[in-house]
């Protein structure tokens, strides 16, 4: 069965689901291009946890996993104890979700084979590599995968989003972006990274400062700090939080004020990584109170999604993003860097079977990885959320005492 869906296919799986195992909540709020920004549960139970996805919209297998687990639940292909109810925000970024899966959809339409599409994805990563390799030689020109993805400009998104296209494409021009970053795009519509959308941080101050910051590798023809496919924090030379951001937060600090959340899960890729809120090199901007029993409610609930998971642990030592803030709200967050495979959109869909692999000697630890990867991260990780989110409660209890 073929992995990767467009925004629309995203919806339509939604529209699908049981709604008497998966409810529609409603919209939390509206993304800058008025796209809703949809909300769902599952259960009812009296311990409560979030799950979202998206926040990076090139981070396509965020969203897909996080979809398939819920159709699995609707489906009674899986079943989590009574005890709990789930909340699901599955495309946090459906402005920058209609953007990137739109670059995508140039190359793997919809009605290609699995194996095509299997064959697209490993010569996306072939093609990262050879990028990256070409980056590290000082080469900020001439891209493979842009050279890929050639029709992937503003005009292939479609009319019905004509505002969000006219917007990209304003964009581009505008700070000499390279045409086809469609496909690195993670932003929301306003070139904004919602995980950058905080108030405060060397990043920001960076920014108000006018300062050029361009990313690594494969990405060093662009600057973070301009609005743009990654990485700046505002639309203005002020903060502005953008209104998914907006939606986002309030229904953390709603849902925290009516139950007894025990948790969360925010899913991001690529790097097979467990993050949370450690002991820190700076004071919390949110929270000064923010403290050991937080950190050591934190550390459980990571150490219980490593133990299922085999992910590694990395510790944030400053608070430069928004899931820093989210976290903050509520202890027992995780931020999950889901799959071992580099270079998003497409790396992580790679699921070909290569049995003889495991038989070669000196055959590098991601080619091995090639095997069945997709299959593995999507069981890897439900299983983690079912052990982890049990942490959570208990965790919860001692952390309320």
């Not at 339409?109 to 093609?127: A, K, T």
Request: net charge negative; proline share 3%; charged share 30%.
């Amino acid at each position: 069965m073929k992995k990767i869906l467009d925004y629309e296919e995203m919806l339509d799986l939604l529209n699908s689901l049981n709604p008497d195992i998966i409810k529609k909540e409603g919209a939390i709020g509206q993304s800058e291009f008025g796209e809703d920004i949809l909300s769902y549960s599952y259960g009812q139970g009296n311990n409560h946890v979030i799950l979202t996805a998206g926040t990076h919209s090139s981070e396509l297998i965020g969203n897909i996993f996080l979809l398939r687990f819920m159709k699995r639940l609707s489906d009674k292909e899986i079943e989590v104890d009574k005890k709990f109810t789930l909340h699901f925000i599955p495309i946090v970024n459906p402005d920058g979700t209609i953007i990137n899966t739109s670059a995508i959809r140039t190359v793997i339409p919809r009605d290609v084979s699995e194996i095509e599409e299997q064959m697209s994805c490993l010569q996306f990563y072939l093609n990262s590599v050879m990028d990256d390799n070409n980056a590290l030689k000082g080469n900020k020109e001439n891209k493979i995968i842009h050279k890929m993805f050639q029709y992937a400009t503003p005009l292939c998104i479609s009319d019905k989003y004509y505002k969000l296209r006219d917007n990209v494409e304003r964009i581009i021009k505008e700070n000499n972006l390279p045409i086809e970053c469609l496909i690195n795009w993670t932003s929301n519509g306003h070139g904004v990274d919602l995980n950058s959308n905080i108030e405060s941080g060397v990043f920001f101050e960076k920014f108000l400062r006018d300062e050029e910051e361009y990313a690594h590798l494969r990405f060093n023809q662009i600057d973070r700090l301009k609005l743009g496919p990654m990485g700046c924090p505002s639309r203005e030379k002020k903060f502005i939080e953008e209104s998914e951001n907006t939606a986002v937060l309030k229904y953390y600090k709603t849902l925290k004020e009516k139950y007894d959340v025990v948790g969360s899960i925010i899913y991001h890729s690529c790097g097979g990584l467990v993050c949370y809120l450690d002991e820190m090199e700076e004071e919390n901007f949110w929270d000064k109170n923010y403290g050991l029993k937080e950190i050591e409610y934190n550390r459980k609930v990571g150490e219980a999604y490593v133990n299922v998971s085999g992910y590694k642990i990395k510790l944030p030592k400053t608070y430069t993003t928004f899931c820093a803030k989210l976290r903050t709200l509520l202890p027992g967050t995780l931020v999950v860097e889901l799959g071992t495979l580099r270079s998003t959109p497409l790396s992580q869909f790679i699921n070909i079977k290569i049995d003889d692999l495991e038989g070669l000697e000196n055959v590098r630890t991601e080619l091995k990885s090639f095997n069945r990867q997709f299959d593995k991260t999507c069981e890897i990780n439900e299983k983690a959320i079912i052990k982890s989110i049990e942490v959570m409660a208990s965790e919860y209890k001692k952390y309320k005492e």
